[in-house]
């Protein structure tokens, strides 16, 4: 496939290069019912490919590496979202209790804005890599001082993060569905909760995800941290998205898709957070599988890889990566992008509602101090149904050229055509969030 259409290239001919960044992040095209036709548009990058399913494609980052060239091709070349890999953490940002150093972290995003690439914030409450000081705490002192950390932290990067990793790998690998046995724990089985809570009051904009390993297929882990999730949502506490950090050996679960999809039917995001897969006979196919789970997934919102190249992993040794120790593309990559090509559609043939394949693109409009315009251009079917996704606390206050509705939240419009042509629009207000941007779910011609 030679051709190339990424929006970011076909909009960076128009527009000043100022804007450039805040476009990438936010200009989205998405196939519904994927059709041959289509594809003629495939894109040639992870980021580019992902965003015309309307989804992120991440890769977890290390500030060390910024000055490293090759490194920072492949990052900006291939990548729509970042997540620190370490520089997050609560023994890099609270050395001693108190004294917070946010110099790794903001390096981060600032590369990440620079580049137009969102951020996953990674991790606020965890077991591991707490601050020896954390470490020797316990009780309610260890409770408060872990939510002192998650209001900082929150608080230093509010407006800034996509999501947040709240809570990270709270749950035992006992075959049980125990919680782990951490001193966190030990504060009280609600400290989960009581993170998640302190995390929204500190940054209402971000999505708050519970991200953990082992919990790709289902599995009495999984099925606890479903069991967890389905008794937030029922009593309030906030929660968004659930990370499935997908830490894979020679194999996939086979019912790694109805896993996500099951969350997902919980009224959450989900998305595969640290994807990395031992070399091996299968490891290209293996990620091709992860990559077509999601898309098949419409509320999993992106994915994103533990790492860009096999010498940058944590697992040495393994080569578990897309690229190569020299930054070559390896064959897993191409099994990545042919899967992100063929659309959001997935390989299980039919399952959808009848509708035809359309594309709608965004181009971003003008931007108020407190609110910004959108307009959608929909190709390949004249009379169309697109839904859009919001980030509260954004709203969108009118709309022109369709008839919209919404669904109890609020968050999620759908716009149909009404005679009035192939582009519709939006105003959004900002509502103390000016970072997020609307998210193109699905787009369905009749
Ligand atoms: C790993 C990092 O990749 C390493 O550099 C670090 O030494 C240890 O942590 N689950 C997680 C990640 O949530 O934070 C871990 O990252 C990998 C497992």
């Not at 190339?4 to 805040?22: I, K, N």
């Not at 059709?35 to 980021?47: P, V």
């Not at 919102?301 to 930054?327: A, H, K, Y």
């Not at 359309?358 to 697109?386: E, K, L």
């Amino acid at each position: 496939m030679t051709s190339s259409r990424s929006p970011h290239r076909r909009l960076r001919r128009y527009l000043p290069a100022v804007l450039t960044a805040a476009i990438v992040a936010s200009t989205v095209a998405a196939t519904g019912t994927v059709m041959a036709a289509n594809r003629a548009e495939a894109a040639t990058t992870l980021g580019a490919s992902a965003t015309a399913t309307g989804r992120y494609f991440g890769a977890a980052i290390a500030a060390s590496k910024l000055s490293d060239t090759t490194y920072t091709r492949i990052l900006s070349t291939e990548f729509t979202s970042v997540t620190p890999e370490n520089e997050m953490k609560w023994d890099a940002t609270e050395p001693s209790r108190g004294t917070f150093n946010y110099t790794s972290g903001d390096r981060i995003v600032s590369q990440a804005q620079s580049n137009g690439q969102q951020v996953r914030g990674h991790a606020l409450a965890w077991h591991s890599q707490m601050p020896g000081w954390a470490q020797s705490l316990s009780g309610s002192t260890l409770r408060s001082a872990m939510l002192n950390h998650i209001t900082n932290v929150a608080t230093h990067y509010k407006g800034k993060i996509y999501a947040w990793d709240v809570v990270n790998e709270a749950f035992a690998d006992d075959g049980q569905g125990s919680r782990r046995n951490s001193s966190l724990q030990q504060t009280g089985n609600d400290w989960i909760e009581a993170a998640f809570r302190a995390a929204r009051a500190a940054d209402p904009g971000a999505k708050l995800c519970y991200n953990d390993y082992n919990t790709d297929g289902v599995n009495a882990k999984s099925t606890a941290v479903y069991t967890m999730v389905k008794d937030f949502k029922a009593r309030g506490v906030p929660i968004d998205c659930v990370g499935f950090q997908s830490h894979l050996g020679t194999g996939v679960p086979g019912d790694y898709q109805s896993n996500l999809q099951r969350f997902a039917d919980l009224g959450v995001d989900v998305q595969i957070t640290e994807l990395d897969v031992a070399q091996g006979g299968n490891q290209a196919s293996i990620y091709g599988t992860v990559t077509k789970a999601c898309l098949a997934v419409s509320r999993c919102t992106g994915i994103t890889v533990w790492g860009i190249r096999d010498s940058d992993s944590w697992r040495t040794g393994e080569n578990p990566l897309l690229f190569d120790s020299s930054g070559n593309k390896k064959a897993a990559y191409t099994s990545v992008l042919n899967a992100l090509n063929a659309g959001s559609g997935g390989g299980g043939g039919g399952g959808g509602n009848g509708g035809t394949g359309c594309t709608a693109t965004v181009t971003p409009g003008t931007v108020w101090g407190d609110r910004y315009n959108t307009s959608v251009t929909v190709s390949g079917a004249s009379t169309w149904t697109v839904v859009v996704t919001m980030t509260a606390p954004q709203k969108i206050t009118s709309t022109w050229n369709g008839t919209a509705t919404w669904d109890a939240s609020g968050n999620v419009m759908t716009m149909k055509s009404n005679g009035s042509g192939a582009a519709f629009g939006f105003t959004t207000s900002f509502n103390g969030n000016t970072t997020a941007r609307p998210q193109i779910s699905s787009c369905t011609g009749s």
